[in-house]
DNA sequence: ACCATGAGGATTTTT
DNA sequence: TCCTCATGGT
């Protein structure tokens, strides 16, 4: 690789002074197998690459991108390459560099949002915006939206804000400006024909406000796009190729705007889209699976790509995997093959647990005996469905002294201190910024409540200005009394010192200064809670993070766009994070908790998107056996605590879905006599690496073998006795699956095995 | 203006 | 169960 960047870079220096030479053949293609070389090479035309999960996505994306940039097709200010994550678009801009040999420079390389919002700000004036337009946070637009609501008097307790924001970004998410909504869009929300109304205000009063949020960046340019045909020729002009990660997760709005920029008038599109079908989760957010099924008809004579040689995982697990996404209908079609020569590999392991405690235990006991094997716990991560799954997993790791890190848990820029911090820098930036100075005009305590506040937006609206302003008046005018008049006084002398001092003392001082003579930082020190030294460090964090930035501005808008705070503490720690989160990441060891009914498929999920929605949380089930390298280790427990209540389990239908020549099942004999004190260990039945396990060995006998077999002991109508709901009578039995209804507890189903019969 | 109490709700969330 | 909110009392 280090010979080949000198090389490389030297042809890119040729290309970017406007010489593009033919590349010599470079040896940046050698490793690759046909079928990733075919999607590199074919860069005329459109182009889909369905790539299976482990199947070099990403080298062959930023491969194509460099091998696009050598050949001398374009200049790297042609290609328009979008991805969803911030994250994907660091690591490719990385890895081009890498192949390149030097940093490029003016890419139009990151998410579509951070893209839209480069463009949009060139095109402001189009959508009634100026240039230095601010990026909402959903913090603000609840509050905005609030505000809006206040004179419909709209019941909030059936009719939360935060739905009617739901429905508005479901609208934008499918390219739907107001006016293009119809009355027939418009029945989910309190009366029909409210949602629009305030839609409409919504969109209104972000551009008085001079704001957008997150959704109008896309929207906005769309709508652009649509209406000026030189701008779009302009970037027709600009993009000669585009390149797009993820395909399967794009929405509605998303895929309109590529069309826009990839369809011209003369020439082919030169649109490479990556993507599978089959890791599609984020439906609920908008993305339309039919986008990547429907290509071929968007794109007429596109190219299909399929790459299948996967690289990750032992073969014991892609057989799995694939078993499991068989199930669904309406597939591409992708046969994942192992593309390493080592191991078949062990089993899937599942083991049934008693409760989420056991579960707990026996994952942390197992990570112990692989750390003790000498694991990194790097290589280890835990997924599971929700977010509130981690607590058992925590406490337990906690105890035992297992180092771990919650990914994607509260994030750095969405906590109060750091949102507040931000307000304050958003005001100093822009002092029309009300939704950020409203939120920062009492915080710490200044004496001015909700009374004070609608004081001054009244006396706001009637003089047109921004809030800000209206203080200043008011002070002026000796309209605020009492202790709040010294309060607000010192704040605005605050900010304007500090506005003043922005040129020469530089932003990141002036930062500090107004965060400590404003009172901000004295309001935390002198709090006594225990979280209190921590936002302090947040705080210190978030300036330290300020002097990457060379102006203000800059820094906030990358804020508003980068909402994830640079991973820095790489060090040995299991990963705890949910099954979305993990998408894209691969790890050795793969534990996979709460395989239950329920739980995983969730019940919500199926209740709202019947078997579409069934469908996905196999294909999440899909992603995450495909995280692990060489182990997973699927857990279901037969007792949930779900908040308050117990309620019985059945395990998970995807567990009978995998081949049950690929699935070892484990521990459940135990766990029914319930002899947690030796809890069996995941691992005591043979070696890790283990071809052994596999071949050789005895194995564990499986869970049919072990228990009695149900249907034939307990007959309907018998009287059972179970440890947690007490006796019962049968009213049901399919196959071990009992449905029983208890004198206690009530009509519970439960394993057959859990139950013994009462005499 | 601020604090205390109770009802109600509770996935997934790349941007 | 536990956290967030809206409401009413001081």
């Known amino acids: 690789m280090m010979m080949g960047v000198t090389q490389l870079s030297d042809i890119f220096s040729g290309l970017t002074s406007q010489d593009p030479a033919p590349a010599p053949a470079s040896d940046y293609l050698d490793r690759l197998n046909p079928e990733q070389r075919l999607a590199i090479e074919t860069t005329e035309g459109p182009l889909l690459i369905l790539a299976g999960a482990g199947t070099g996505k990403t080298r062959v994306l930023t491969t194509r991108f460099a091998h696009i940039l050598l050949t001398g097709r374009a200049r790297p200010n042609q290609i328009l390459a979008v991805t969803f994550t911030n994250k994907a678009a660091r ?29 949009l700000r060139r095109h402001a004036e189009y959508v009634g915006l100026r240039q230095n337009f601010t990026i909402l946070d959903t913090d603000d637009q609840i509050r905005l939206l609030k505000q809006i609501m206040e004179p419909y008097r709209i019941d909030t307790k ?49 551009v008085a406000l001079n704001a957008c949020d997150f959704g109008d960046l896309m929207l906005h340019m769309l709508e652009i796009l649509r209406t000026q045909p030189d701008v779009l020729a302009q970037y027709h002009r600009y993009f000669r190729y ?31 889209c990556v993507g599978d079908d089959d890791q599609s989760i984020y439906s609920w957010r908008g993305a339309e699976v039919e986008n990547i099924l429907r290509f071929e008809h968007d794109y007429p004579g596109a190219k299909i790509v399929r790459l299948e040689r996967n690289y990750r995982s032992t073969e014991q697990i892609l057989a799995a995997a694939a078993g499991l996404i068989a199930h ?21 392991q599942v083991i049934g647990v008693w409760d989420s405690d056991e579960e707990a235990r026996i994952v942390a006991g197992a990570i112990e005996q692989l750390r003790a094997d000498g694991h990194p716990l790097s290589e280890i991560a835990i997924l599971m469905r929700a977010g509130f799954q981690t607590r058992p997993f925590e406490e337990r790791l906690m105890t035992l002294g297992l180092p771990y890190r919650v990914v994607g848990g509260l994030r750095f820029y969405e906590r109060a201190e750091i949102r507040d ?25 200044r ?49 304007d010192h500090a506005r003043d001092r922005l040129s020469s003392d530089g932003h990141v001082v002036v930062v500090e200064r107004m965060l400590e003579d404003s009172q901000y930082l004295a309001m935390w020190r002198n709090d006594k809670s225990p979280e209190a030294p921590g936002r302090l460090d947040n705080i210190r964090e978030l300036i330290r993070a300020l002097t990457d930035f060379g102006s203000l501005a800059g820094f906030l808008e990358h804020v508003s766009l980068v909402m994830d705070a640079e991973d820095n503490s790489g060090n040995d720690k299991i990963s705890l994070m949910t099954l979305h989160g993990a998408k894209g990441l691969e790890f050795d060891t793969v534990f996979l908790p709460g395989w ?126 179970h440890q947690k709901f007490g006796y019962g009578v049968v009213i049901g039995v399919d196959d071990d699956r ?22």
């Not at 490719?92 to 003016?106: D, F, I, K, N």
């Not at 004496?447 to 008011?474: F, I, M, N």
């Not at 077999?709 to 309907?716: F, W």
């Not at 009992?738 to 005499?759: D, H, P, T, Y």
């Open 447 to 495: 004496g001015v409540g909700t009374a004070a506040l609608q004081k001054l937006y009244v006396q706001a609206r009637a003089l047109g200005v921004p809030l800000s302003a209206a203080v200043a008046h008011q002070l002026e005018t000796n309209a605020i009394k009492g202790k709040a008049r010294e309060a607000l006084r010192e704040l605005m002398d605050v900010f």
């Open 596 to 721: 239950e009914e329920g739980v995983f498929p969730s019940q919500r999920t199926m209740d709202e998107g019947g078997n579409k929605g069934l469908e996905e949380e196999r294909r999440l089930a899909y992603v995450g056996l495909t995280r692990a390298r060489k182990r997973a280790i699927i857990l279901h427990a037969a007792n949930r605590r779900i908040y308050a209540n117990w309620q019985s389990a059945i395990p998970s239908r995807f567990i009978e879905e995998i081949p049950s020549e690929h699935v070892e099942h484990r521990g459940q004999a135990m766990t029914e006599r319930r002899q947690l004190a030796n809890a069996p260990s995941v691992f005591t039945a043979g070696p890790i690496h283990a071809r052994a396990a596999s071949r050789n060995e005895p194995r564990i006998p499986r869970v049919t073998d072990v228990l009695p077999k149900p249907s034939t002991n307990i007959p309907l109508g018998a009287r059972v006795f």
């Open 91 to 119: 690591e490719m801009r990385e890895r081009v560099g890498a192949l390149l040999g030097t940093p490029p420079e003016g890419l139009w390389l990151g998410t579509f949002h951070a893209i839209c919002a480069r463009m």
């Open 738 to 759: 009992l449905a029983i209804n208890f004198e206690k507890a009530g009509e519970k189903r439960v394993m057959a095995g859990f139950v013994e019969l009462a005499s």
């Open 242 to 272: 585009i390149l797009v990660d993820e395909y399967q997760d794009t929405n509605t709005i998303q895929h309109l705007w590529l069309r826009l920029l990839a369809k011209r008038d003369q020439g082919p599109s030169n649109i490479a």
């Open 158 to 206: 059936r009719w939360p804000p935060q739905g009617l924001l739901g429905v508005i970004q479901r609208w934008k998410d499918r390219g739907l400006t107001p006016a293009r909504i119809t009355p027939a869009e418009d029945t989910d929300y309190a009366g029909n024909g409210i949602a629009r109304r305030i839609y409409g205000e919504y969109q209104d009063r972000l």
């Open 328 to 348: 669904n209908d309406g597939r591409l079609g992708k046969t994942l093959r192992s593309g390493r020569e080592d191991a078949t590999g062990e089993r899937v």
């Open 421 to 445: 911090a931000m307000a304050y820098m958003r005001v100093l930036a822009q002092p029309a910024d009300d939704l950020a100075f409203e939120r920062i005009i009492n915080v710490p305590r």
